[in-house]
């Protein structure tokens, strides 16, 4: 079992893995924890859908994808969440029609990109095991950003989590601390898009902070113990993966899905007890 380990981590792609799959679980761990407790799941897949736009943006005019996925996902988020506090139309109907532009736009430039775009599926399903460096330096400043903006606006943030009414009237801005957190997932988004794939995104942002949320209320505690569960999801599904040569952006939220259906039992496990 150790030669297979050391086999494995002689690889530089494998380091980058690792690397990137616990700069990724940080931010699922505090940005998915949020999203949870304000039962937002459904704009996080929203905003990764919509994130495809700046991908075609990226082919065809010339530009790093991840950066156009960055700028088309802040913006998709943004827009998503005024719109959803300024209006009364339905936040379900919003997400959808933001989605399927953000991914109308990104299939078409890609169309319209001149050549073969070899990498492509890779923004769809995920490609752990050819992140970058570049992208890792990325990832880790995504990282201080959503850390540092949760650490200063941490109170305020509980407080529209849990409360948004009392929150107005004690006049924090909870519109302006709305959108920003939508922007926190749009950053996030980007950078789980390269672990599991935008298609895969909402597991892997969710799951950790859920099956987290079954066994401890604390804010602060929940964020660390999905950041950690996610790292041993990730490394865990890694390795699974290169034991199988196996898609590893799948296996990585089948170890997520499987864990997740486990910790209902876990969870349940004392009250069958007690009643027996």
């Not at 953000?102 to 769809?124: N, Q, V």
Request: aromatic share 10%; with cysteine; charged share 10%.
């Amino acid at each position: 079992m150790l030669e297979f380990f050391t086999e494995a981590l002689q690889f530089d792609f494998m380091r980058n893995a690792l690397l990137s799959g616990l700069l990724v679980s940080i931010a699922c761990g505090v940005i998915g924890t949020f999203v949870v407790v304000n039962r937002i799941v459904f704009i996080s897949g929203g905003i990764a859908h919509a994130a495809y736009g700046g991908i075609g943006l990226g082919y065809f005019f010339g530009f790093d994808p991840v950066l156009g996925a960055i700028g088309f996902s802040l913006a998709s988020a943004l827009g998503m969440g005024a719109i959803q506090r300024h209006t009364e139309q339905r936040a379900d109907t919003l997400i959808g029609v933001m989605w399927a532009i953000g991914m109308a736009i990104g299939i078409l430039f890609i169309d319209m990109t001149e050549g073969y775009k070899a990498d492509l599926m890779s923004y769809l399903f995920g490609s752990i095991l050819t992140v970058p460096t570049s992208d890792l330096t990325i990832m880790l400043a995504i990282d201080f950003v959503i850390v540092a903006l949760v650490v200063v606006f941490y109170k305020e943030l509980l407080a529209i989590s849990f409360d948004p009414v009392f929150a107005t009237t004690r006049n924090v801005p909870v519109n302006a601390l709305y959108l920003m957190l939508v922007g926190a997932i749009a950053l996030t988004v980007v950078m789980v898009m390269q672990v599991v794939g935008l298609i895969l995104t909402i597991a892997l942002l969710t799951m950790p902070a859920a099956i987290a949320g079954q066994f401890v209320k604390d804010i602060k505690q929940m964020s660390i113990l999905a950041s950690l569960l996610g790292v041993l999801f990730t490394t865990t599904g890694l390795f699974v993966s290169y034991a199988f040569d196996l898609t590893s952006g799948a296996t990585i939220i089948l170890v997520s899905g499987i864990s997740y259906l486990l910790s209902f039992g876990l969870k349940s496990l004392p009250l069958s007890i007690s009643r027996a």
